[in-house]
């Protein structure tokens, strides 16, 4: 089991940036898959980036080039920065970690999920 806590939320202007943190404890932390989900209201969960124990990213639709994941694997944390914010963007956004997650890009192949952050994007 890992437990994961994210932070970095907020409202935002369009145009505007944020930086999301999460931080995983209870595991090897390089072992594990690392990805940010993100869920707007009535809608599911959508894939947004996700980052490999040796750095190999895989990203999702939203992407479109704005939104950027490292990981630290020393501080047990994996970021999202994301730039050019829309409203579109607002959502929750979740940490989930899993050691093979199958496949990388959909909620089901998750097991360990953060509480989730909102992330609100005022035109």
């Known amino acids: 089991q890992v437990q994961l806590v994210e932070s970095g939320g907020g409202l935002v202007q369009a145009g505007g940036a944020l930086r999301l943190s999460c931080v995983a404890s209870?595991?090897?932390?390089?072992?594990?898959?690392l990805a940010w989900f993100r869920q707007a209201p009535g809608k599911g969960r959508e894939f947004v980036i996700g980052v490999s124990g040796d750095g190999s990213i895989t990203y999702g639709e939203p992407t479109e080039g704005r939104f950027v994941v490292s990981r630290h694997n020393a501080n047990n944390t994996v970021f999202l920065q994301a730039r050019n914010l829309k409203p579109g963007d607002t959502a929750v956004y979740y940490c989930?970690?899993?050691?093979?997650?199958?496949?990388?890009?959909?909620?089901?192949?998750?097991?360990?999920w953060g509480q989730g952050t909102q992330v609100t994007v005022s035109s």
């Open positions: 209870g595991r090897t932390f390089s072992d594990y898959y």
């Open positions: 989930a970690t899993d050691l093979r997650p199958i496949p990388v890009n959909r909620d089901y192949g998750y097991a360990n």
